[in-house]
């Protein structure tokens, strides 16, 4: 008889315990609402990015010889009127002409300057960033790998720090201002095409991009292994440049479409075939003219 009701108590417990892990069964399924608090049910929504205006009212340029013209239209001088960025010759149609028509002129500002490295860009920026410009071009970095030797190149950590401190330079002072971001060109495709020119290679001597460019004609092994030395820094240079942007939520990289482009000899200088000529100012604003505007 005791066996008896110990054994009913036995199954009374049991069943207990089933529908009690029965009903908490249930609860987790649908969601668990009588004990999970309403917070730990949400997560934080991302910001948004804002959307990219393709048709900004203004233009600043920043960076170094490339946009200021330099060795388009006399030797070892700068002509800003050519520049992709914001010049006003007809045959180049630069991207500010491009983008804001005859308002161009009042509208936009270059502050780049022949020889700048990335170093020199904050400072740059400081003064385009007092515009508060629709859009700010960035081309620089070739002159952190243009150096005497090899040896001398801005390391990638120094020149990531340097870009790091341009952007929020900028952010500080204009942080709506949109960013379009050049790759540097390709300077050891600039020295193949250019060696193929004998005043070229004379202008070369005075002392351009010597890390690059000295020894034209040497083919050796260890002439070889320096050009190779400056072409994997500009590689880590445009990594940076794509890295630094992406995390800009107002920056577009061109995606290494001027490290891509393959100048010919009628896109560069006559005088040192290393810089731009006016139709490879043009080819360039081409290029950023295509990436301002681009969809998404």
């Given at each position: 008889?005791?066996?008896?009701r110990?054994?009913?108590?036995?199954?009374?417990?049991?069943?207990?315990?089933?529908?009690?892990?029965?009903?908490?069964?249930?609860?987790?399924?649908?969601?668990?609402?009588?004990?999970?608090?309403?917070s730990?049910?949400r997560?934080?929504?991302?910001?948004?990015?804002?959307?990219?205006?393709?048709?900004p009212?203004?233009v600043?340029?920043?960076?170094?010889?490339?946009?200021r013209?330099?060795?388009?239209c006399?030797?070892?001088?700068?002509?800003?009127?050519?520049?992709?960025?914001?010049?006003?010759?007809?045959?180049?149609?630069?991207?500010?002409?491009?983008?804001?028509?005859?308002?161009?002129?009042?509208?936009?500002?270059?502050?780049?300057?022949?020889?700048?490295?990335?170093a020199?860009?904050?400072?740059?920026?400081?003064?385009a960033?007092?515009q508060?410009?629709?859009?700010?071009?960035?081309?620089?970095?070739?002159?952190?790998?243009?150096?005497?030797?090899?040896?001398?190149?801005?390391?990638?950590?120094?020149?990531?720090t340097e870009?790091?401190?341009?952007?929020?330079?900028?952010?500080?002072?204009?942080?709506?201002?949109?960013?379009?971001?050049?790759?540097?060109?390709?300077?050891?495709?600039?020295?193949?095409?250019?060696?193929?020119?004998?005043?070229?290679?004379?202008?070369?001597?005075?002392?351009?991009?010597q890390?690059?460019l000295?020894?034209?004609?040497?083919l050796?092994?260890v002439?070889?292994?320096?050009?190779?030395a400056?072409?994997?820094?500009?590689?880590?240079?445009?990594?940076?440049?794509?890295?630094?942007?992406?995390?800009?939520r107002?920056?577009r990289?061109?995606g290494?479409?001027?490290?891509?482009?393959?100048?010919?000899?009628d896109?560069?200088?006559?005088?040192?075939?290393?810089?731009?000529?006016?139709?490879?100012?043009?080819?360039?604003?081409?290029?950023?003219?295509r990436?301002?505007?681009?969809?998404?």
């Amino acid at each position: 008889m005791q066996d008896s009701r110990r054994s009913r108590r036995v199954r009374t417990t049991a069943a207990l315990f089933a529908a009690g892990a029965l009903a908490l069964t249930a609860g987790c399924q649908s969601g668990g609402h009588a004990t999970a608090s309403p917070s730990a049910s949400r997560k934080p929504s991302p910001s948004p990015s804002p959307a990219w205006n393709r048709s900004p009212k203004s233009v600043a340029a920043v960076g170094d010889s490339i946009t200021r013209g330099f060795d388009a239209c006399t030797v070892l001088a700068d002509c800003p009127e050519v520049s992709w960025a914001t010049g006003s010759d007809a045959q180049v149609d630069s991207l500010a002409v491009r983008l804001l028509g005859p308002a161009a002129p009042a509208n936009s500002w270059n502050y780049a300057k022949t020889g700048a490295r990335m170093a020199d860009l904050p400072a740059q920026m400081d003064r385009a960033a007092a515009q508060h410009p629709g859009l700010v071009t960035v081309m620089a970095g070739a002159n952190d790998a243009c150096r005497e030797d090899v040896s001398d190149m801005t390391p990638v950590n120094t020149f990531r720090t340097e870009f790091e401190a341009s952007l929020r330079q900028l952010r500080a002072v204009s942080p709506k201002s949109q960013v379009y971001v050049s790759s540097v060109p390709d300077l050891k495709r600039l020295w193949s095409t250019g060696r193929g020119s004998a005043l070229g290679k004379q202008i070369w001597k005075l002392g351009i991009c010597q890390s690059m460019l000295a020894d034209a004609d040497d083919l050796g092994a260890v002439a070889a292994e320096r050009r190779t030395a400056v072409y994997d820094r500009v590689v880590s240079y445009n990594k940076v440049l794509k890295d630094v942007c992406a995390k800009d939520r107002a920056c577009r990289y061109d995606g290494g479409a001027v490290f891509d482009y393959a100048f010919d000899g009628d896109q560069l200088s006559p005088w040192d075939w290393f810089h731009p000529s006016r139709n490879g100012q043009g080819r360039l604003a081409e290029i950023a003219y295509r990436k301002v505007t681009a969809a998404g």
